[in-house]
């Protein structure tokens, strides 16, 4: 059984993060993922880090925009942990080694975003988050950080309220495996994919979720699902938001302007301006020219001709919302802990509670930057406390008859690709831009009901090696219990706010104090409590 | 858009020999080559195995060989590679297949991305702010760090497919991103590390890997660039290769003496005079040339018309330099 301080699923940046940080504090860590690292969705993340660096900017200006456009949800002491942390954060990836773009005095270029009062947005041209996680990946190899690539965590192994390590499968060769650890750090990302169509890569699931879901964590504030407003639309690729900054024009279908880019609103109010458009809407990058759109776009000058066959310098690009990602998750403090011992959590997967009812453009990867290494840090000092205790022998063959009785089910009609399908597309059609009672109603039947086709449904395929059926299994498993989650969530706030956008209940409900959504998983299903939100400044 | 699709098939569990199999698809024109597969596994055959994340062509995953060239299957229309109405997909070549389209990127790959140490030691005294670079500096790195890891350069190598040591042009794209980056602190040791035996020297200037770049990032120039950075350095080998820079002086030498190249006096010279060992390996050599007239005898080398003005030239070349 391998054994380590601190193992962190996920190879994401906020998972690189988490791992160097613990690395550091001179502990012994390893990396778990199911994709390898250089593999992981924060590979498309286009838009850029956010951080003030003074001058007419402040952290606690950033804080404040934070605040405003998460519309009452978010918990200020993890804004302000962010806000104060991300210029120094942002400086140490440029030390070891993300190129960031430089404006004509050699310094850091910035953006100027939706929602932002301030340039404040760093990025390596469009790529910032392929950048940094290959620069975090350098790193790794350089600290020689054990990594399990192609690893799926299956369960987390928790124990009189601590958590002991998880069990994992090798998607190469089906073994099963015990990792016992005295800390655990879920980084493993977003559950786009529980929406079609979406800007997801193929490992969102949600994974993360539902392990810390199903060991009794609450899941907050899942109602909260960002639309991206720029994304292609036959393809999961989009358009950085910088495009914008940079004077791309938004046009309707006759041509005409349907943005002032001095004042660029927040994603959602574009997003539903956007979807209600007939006939589409197209970015135009011709005014911009061939020389700046090469050096600014790398990716999408590239993505624009393979997959939506556009020459970005002669031809606009047509674009439309897709769904984003989910701005709640794992209900963690401003160090990733969570109500279990010894479990963090950090990245897309976690809600410390920065971004509230609605996540200004960057500070998605600038939470995973700074709420990563912390994580990784509070894990280390955690485990340094404790040593790893072996994991009860009976978890390993307990998980290898539960995975024999799913192979033995028999195959009828029904399958996960099938039943994962109907999924996305219920979330889609129920409970996407716009929500009201009757479609929610409609959306968590659907979802029992997909729910129930899950316990009976058979594996046609029962090979050991790259078995993607197997994979999907429990991949459809995650996205599930999330769905479940957000529905549920989605029904219980009978108000507008933020992402949240409820056509029965316009606007927000300002006769009751703002609350977070606690979602935990019950005997028959999830199951809601709400929480307070933390508005106190920190200490 | 009825396409059929080729696929290799090969499966170590139930022990069969690698083969074809043969799958109809009816998608959308504006499907990709990975929406065929996909639609081939979810509907057909649940046991194909092939690797996809991003589907967007930004994380190098879904690399394939796709109507016998090398591509990104998430980022290739159907309509844009299908002839006859077949699309063939094989995995990459010169690495050991796993199952299906799934192979072993590790000694392919990563072991040799990590082999140059392509990590940034910020430059000292680190500064308290942001490094002050030109963007001018920084872009062209920017450019070579967009690279997706997609081993497409090395697929197409035509040193790696009889020498598996070479490190080969993805890890020397990553090796130019931590040279040229000025932050790095490490310049010289790592330009070291590059020219040792399986590194920039053993690159054959054959240009395949610019051509097997999805991205045009032009990793065989990047190699080049490297080495250059190294010989301006004057780091003309590493520890472990003497060779290349008794061959380089050679060779410069010879072209200053004679106005054209010595071609046996270099063989020897490269071997080095007091290298018994590696002088008799050239025998054989010889040995087969004589009879087709390649290594004429007795050897004399003539020095051409003008060699005088090509080593002004090369004088010139050389005080500019310093
Ligand atoms: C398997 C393989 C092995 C290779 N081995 C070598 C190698 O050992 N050395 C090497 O330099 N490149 C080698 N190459 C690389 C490749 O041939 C050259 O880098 C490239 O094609 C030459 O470009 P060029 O334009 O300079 O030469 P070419 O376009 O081929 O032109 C060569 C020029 O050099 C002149 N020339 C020919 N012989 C002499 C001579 N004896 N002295 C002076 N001038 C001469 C010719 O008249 C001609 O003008 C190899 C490539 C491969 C694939
Ligand atoms: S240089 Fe190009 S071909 Fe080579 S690994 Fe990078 S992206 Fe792929
Ligand atoms: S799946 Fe990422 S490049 Fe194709």
Not at chain 1, 354 to 373: D, K, M, P, Q
Request: charged fraction near 25%; proline fraction near 5%.
């Amino acid at each position: 059984m391998p054994k380590y301080d601190v193992l962190i699923v996920g190879g994401g940046v906020a998972g690189l993060q988490a791992a160097l940080a613990a690395k550091y504090a001179g502990v012994q860590v390893a990396l778990l993922s199911k994709t390898h690292p250089l593999r992981s969705h924060s590979a498309t993340s286009s838009d850029g880090l956010n951080a003030a660096f003074g001058g007419d900017d402040s952290w606690q200006q950033h804080a404040q925009d934070t605040i405003r456009a998460g519309a009452g949800l978010c918990d200020h002491a993890a804004v302000e942990e962010m806000c104060r942390a991300a210029s120094d954060d942002i400086i140490r990836l440029d030390h070891i080694g993300v190129p960031f773009n430089r404006n004509a005095e050699g310094k850091l270029d910035r953006w100027t975003l939706g929602g932002h009062t301030s340039s404040r947005t760093v990025f390596s041209a469009d790529m910032t988050g392929h950048a940094v996680l290959n620069t975090l990946h350098e790193q790794c190899m350089r600290e020689d950080i054990p990594s399990h690539e192609e690893w799926l965590a299956t369960s987390l192994v928790v124990e009189d309220g601590c958590c002991r390590g998880v069990l994992a499968l090798e998607i190469g060769t089906g073994n099963l495996e015990a990792f016992s650890a005295s800390a655990v750090v879920l980084a493993t990302g977003g559950a786009g994919r529980v929406y079609t169509p979406s800007t997801a890569s193929q490992s969102c699931c949600g994974d993360g979720m539902s392990l810390a879901y199903r060991a009794g964590l609450g899941l907050r504030d899942m109602e909260m699902v960002q639309y991206h407003p720029l994304g292609f639309c036959e393809r999961a690729a989009f358009a950085s938001e910088g495009a914008l900054g940079e004077g791309a024009v938004l046009c309707n279908s006759d041509g005409q302007p349907i943005l002032q880019t001095d004042d660029l609103p927040l994603r959602d109010a574009l997003c539903r301006s956007l979807a209600s458009a007939e006939n589409g809407a197209t970015l135009d990058f011709r005014s911009i020219g061939k020389e700046r759109i090469g050096a600014r776009f790398l990716y999408l000058e590239r993505a624009a001709n393979d997959m939506a066959g556009v020459s970005l310098d002669s031809a606009p690009l047509p674009v439309m919302p897709r769904m984003h990602r989910v701005l709640g998750g794992i209900q963690t403090d401003t160090n990733g802990a969570t109500a279990v011992s010894g479990l963090f959590a950090a990245g897309e997967c976690a809600s410390p509670g920065v971004h509230g009812a609605n996540a200004l453009t960057g500070n998605a990867l600038t939470a995973s930057v700074v709420f990563g290494r912390r994580a990784g840090s509070a894990a280390a000092a955690h485990a340094s406390n404790s040593s790893p205790q072996a994991i009860a022998d009976s978890a390993l063959p307990d998980t290898r008859r539960t995975l024999e009785a799913i192979f033995s089910r028999p195959t009828a009609g029904d399958t996960v690709v099938t039943i994962q399908r109907a999924l996305a597309n219920t979330m889609a059609e129920h409970v996407g831009l716009v929500r009201d009672e009757a479609g929610l109603q409609e959306a968590a039947r659907c979802v029992a009901d997909l729910q129930a086709r899950y316990t009976q449904v058979g594996l046609r395929h029962h090979g050991k090696m790259y078995n993607h059926e197997l994979l999907t299994f429990y991949e459809l498993g995650a996205l599930l219990d999330v769905a479940g989650a957000i529905v549920t969530a989605a029904q219980e706030r009978q108000e507008s706010r933020g992402v949240h956008h409820r056509s029965d209940f316009p606007t927000a409900n300002e006769a009751e104090e703002p609350y977070h959504s606690l979602v935990t998983c019950g005997p028959d299903g999830p199951s809601l409590a709400t929480s307070p939100v933390n508005a106190g400044q920190s200490g | 858009m009825e396409t059929t699709f080729k696929v290799y098939r090969f499966d170590p569990e139930n022990g069969s020999k690698p083969d074809f199999a043969t799958y109809q698809v009816d998608l959308p024109d504006s499907a990709t080559v990975m929406d065929g597969l996909r639609q081939i596994r979810d509907e057909q055959d649940p046991s194909l195995a092939f690797r996809a994340s991003c589907e967007r062509g930004s994380c190098g995953d879904c690399a394939l060989r796709i109507n016998k060239k090398g591509r990104l299957g998430c980022s290739l229309k159907i309509a844009k590679t299908v002839k006859n109405g077949v699309v063939t997909v094989e995995p990459i070549r010169n690495i050991p297949v796993l199952k299906d389209l799934v192979y072993d990127l590790e000694g392919f790959l990563w072991k040799k991305i990590k082999s140059v140490q392509p990590w940034i030691t910020p430059r000292e005294p680190e500064p308290e702010g942001e490094y002050v670079v030109a963007e001018e500096q920084l872009a062209e790195v920017r450019k070579a760090m967009s690279c997706v890891m997609c081993g497409l350069c090395d697929e197409g190598c035509a040193v790696i497919k009889i020498d598996k040591d070479f490190v080969g042009p993805a890890a020397l794209t990553k090796a130019y991103r931590a040279v040229f980056d000025p932050r790095d602190g490490q310049h010289d040791e790592r330009l070291t590390l590059v020219s040792e035996p399986g590194g920039v020297w053993d690159c054959t200037h054959c240009f395949e890997a610019n051509g097997h770049c999805p991205l045009g990032l032009e990793p065989t120039d990047r190699l080049f660039e490297v080495r250059d950075e190294a010989i301006r350095q004057g780091i003309r080998s590493g520890t472990r290769n003497p060779k290349v820079q008794r061959h380089y002086d050679s060779f410069l030498n010879s072209v200053k003496r004679s106005g054209w190249l010595d071609e046996g006096r270099l063989a020897i010279e490269s071997e080095g005079l007091t290298n018994v060992a590696g002088l008799a390996k050239l025998l054989p050599t010889v040995i087969r040339a004589i009879p087709k007239g390649k290594a004429p005898l007795p050897y004399f080398h003539h020095k051409r018309p003008g060699a005088e003005a090509i080593r002004r030239i090369i004088d010139k070349a050389q005080r500019s330099e310093v």
